[in-house]
């Protein structure tokens, strides 16, 4: 039965990919307001798509910044299940622009790859699923079930205004169950269910000494230095073992069960060193780094800045110093808990001579486990399987998808996450990508899921 | 016979004050290669004044980046003293710009202060000396000493070439003494002679991981952070009391004796609280704030980068973290030793994971210090107190000027440091000014002193 949307793919193949770097080449940043208009008309594209195929109730939901698309099919009829589709059109900014081999919003095919950033991270995926919708609907005429679409242009800066257009719109999104394609592979062609999502949170600390740059001839040896002040918070949130030790911080977390190690040590694992560069990996003491990345709760520092970063030298004390610190979460951890054990520790530690504050960023997520073998998680991996030629394995990861506990909090239904990047894909990176055999295969494989899930 | 100098300074005030300030308006920032041009032209506003008085063989010595101006009045005779006296015609950056209340290089005078950046340093105290060798030479038709003048454009980025320069045309700087308006008072309209100044030397550090922007959800647990390293590193290099744990750090420097503890405790101190704005004062333990300030040395950070600093969040783990550092030294400190002395410690406590690189600064100086009581220094404490009307003050100071060293190095003669800043002038900060009464006052000490040291 999916024999002829399958040849529909073939044959088409290089009108959609053409179709689909159209979609990558608008610049859709969506933490950038230059980018506003850009992020509007990638909206835009994806509403004339989903017009095309023939979608009811096409339409952008204003949000007050970026704003939704929202489409549903509903003539699978009352019998049929409905997925709730989720996906977003907005990319991560572009810099350092200068480590881009080719533009970023000009796709380029290189070595089985398609480079530009969006590609893999998460309009490609998006793109893979309207495609799929075509190629059904043009062999078949009907699709094998109901759909309900839901693109966000905020996921890359939070997903701000999404939770509450979900609450305030239940009934328009309403669906048995939901599936979304923004995650990866454990390795390139080899199908993967993740059944684990970790948490996130994040703050941002800004240590401020004096009122202006201080000459430091002048003021060296009497007033404490914003940077160095900041440096002493920061090396007491976490210890060289990798072990973080801000208190509370790994309060409710359930250490991992001898069966979960194992399940973790059996998953085809990335080459860490090489796919990075560094010089040896490095994790929280007790845990391996596919341990600590999967299903350890992690604390990193994002970016900083203080003083003086420009060329040749500034021999100033600078006004004040800033840290931004996330943290990923794993099941047991609440994100506001977390926020305020980071709060407390870093009021409790910040010497005398300076002011600090903590800034909590909205953004938060819970982590998020399902079960493996849930009907809907195991017709996947049979569809995964089926595509790819290969047993289908299941993980947790690290990544955070605020929008899975949003559904899961408003309509406790299941989620499946189908993802078809790959550990080489630089998502957030200069130099994204996505292999073309994820974009074939992902494709069929979505192909076999709607029409087994109609084969009740 | 100072009497008719005076008189022609107080008449032609205002047009000497516009003439200092189309001196200020060229952005004579030499640590930017875009103001190449603007430090040119501030070298040939020299040269023409230098001109316009009669000096003799005025010239721009070129350098491999910005030029030094030489001139020499000999007229005095051969039985009269040679000055060198020597100044800078380059400024610090002006960021962050937007904290000026005025244009930077748009002099405006508010509450009887000069508002510009180089006001006070030096540009401003350049321009003093020059004006009075108009007034004596217009009044007295000669001066009263001979004049060498060393006039560089390189002071805020470290002099890179001067030493080279005053090595190589020993002869053409070759002077009785030198005499350098390049600092402050301790508070303003209070006379003060530094009779020290600390040295100076720097090293940047550069931590590098991951050869990619890595995303935290799928890397973090495996892979060292470079900003949590860089903390550490730079947290294990000064304790929260202010002492530098860098080994090797204080060998050679000589505790403070009482005698020196009490001349620190009788200068006129400055409220550091209320100047910079911050909580409180922090200072090495054992020394109080003025003790460390004037006479112990200092480890700053001056500047801190890596990873996002935009608006919103990028959750990564970045590629790579750096911090400025420089020191200020005192007597007994090598400024080498003192650079393998924080590189080594910096290899030492570098966590695995991670690589770690450290630039040490081409500049440096060695502390100086000089006798109080010398002739030279006593003339210009009587000078000072006549057009102070009071007392002045011996001071050591925490600033470093390289040139005081290499002149000392090269031409073994006394060097008188002779500064009319006030502690409100916010050197190298937004919003640089100088007092308008340290303008006047100042020309009038230096046509005092230079007439005294001609009454041999």
Chains 1, 2 share one sequence.
Not at 114 to 127: N, P
Not at 298 to 306: H, K, L, M, Q
Not at 329 to 354: D, F, N, R, T
Not at 355 to 376: F, G, I, M, Q, R
Request: aromatic share 8%.
């Amino acid at each position: 039965m999916s024999q002829k949307a399958l040849e529909y793919l073939t044959e088409n193949r290089d009108r959609l990919l053409t179709k689909l770097n159209e979609f990558l080449s608008i610049p859709s940043v969506s933490t950038d307001s230059v980018h506003k208009k850009d992020v509007q008309q990638a909206a835009s594209f994806l509403e004339d798509y989903l017009n095309e195929l023939g979608f009811e109730n096409v339409q952008k939901i204003s949000t007050s910044k970026h704003p939704i698309v929202f489409a549903e099919y509903t003539k699978a009829g009352p019998n049929a299940p409905t997925v709730l589709l989720y996906g977003h059109y907005d990319v991560q900014p572009v810099d350092p622009i200068e480590l881009w081999v080719s533009d970023p919003f000009q796709p380029e095919v290189r070595d089985g790859r398609l480079y530009a950033r969006g590609a893999s991270d998460d309009k490609g995926q998006v793109f893979m699923h309207l495609a799929v919708f075509e190629a059904l609907l043009e062999t078949e005429g009907s699709l094998p079930l109901n759909v309900k679409v839901c693109l966000e242009g905020e996921e890359e800066i939070g997903s701000e205004n999404l939770y509450a257009m979900l609450q305030e719109n239940k009934d328009l999104f309403q669906a048995d169950f939901a599936v979304i394609s923004d995650s990866g592979m454990v390795a390139k062609n080899q199908p993967t269910i993740l059944y684990g999502l970790k948490g996130f949170t994040g703050i941002e600390i800004t240590v401020t000494g004096p009122d202006h740059d201080l000459h430091s001839g002048m003021y060296g040896g009497a007033v404490r230095n914003p940077i160095m002040a900041l440096s002493h918070i920061l090396a007491s949130m976490k210890n060289e073992d990798e072990v973080v030790t801000v208190d509370g911080f790994y309060d409710g977390v359930v250490g991992l069960s001898d069966e979960e190690r194992e399940l973790i040590e059996q998953v085809p694992g990335e080459d860490f060193v090489k796919a990075t560069g560094i010089t040896e990996t490095v994790s929280e003491e007790g845990y391996t780094p596919k341990e600590h990345t999967m299903a350890r709760p992690t604390f990193e520092i994002n970016g900083i800045y203080g003083g003086y970063q420009g060329e040749g030298t500034k021999t100033i004390i600078p006004t004040s110093a800033t840290a931004k610190i996330t943290c990923r979460l794993v099941p047991g951890q609440e994100p506001v808990k977390i926020q305020h054990a980071l709060e407390a520790h870093v009021k409790k530690v910040a010497p005398k001579g300076i002011t600090v504050s903590v800034k909590k960023e909205k953004l938060s997520a819970k982590a998020y486990k399902v079960e493996p073998n849930h009907p809907l998680i195991q017709k996947a991996a049979t569809s995964y399987t089926r595509a790819f030629g290969k047993e289908t394995v299941y993980v947790r990861m690290g990544g955070s998808i605020p929008v899975v506990e949003w559904i899961e909090d408003i309509y406790n239904i299941p989620i499946v996450l189908l993802g078809f990047g790959t550990p080489e894909d630089r998502l957030h990176s200069p130099n994204e990508s996505f292999p073309l055999d994820s974009y074939d295969k992902g494709m069929e494989t979505l192909i076999y899921y709607w029409h087994e899930l109609n084969n009740k």
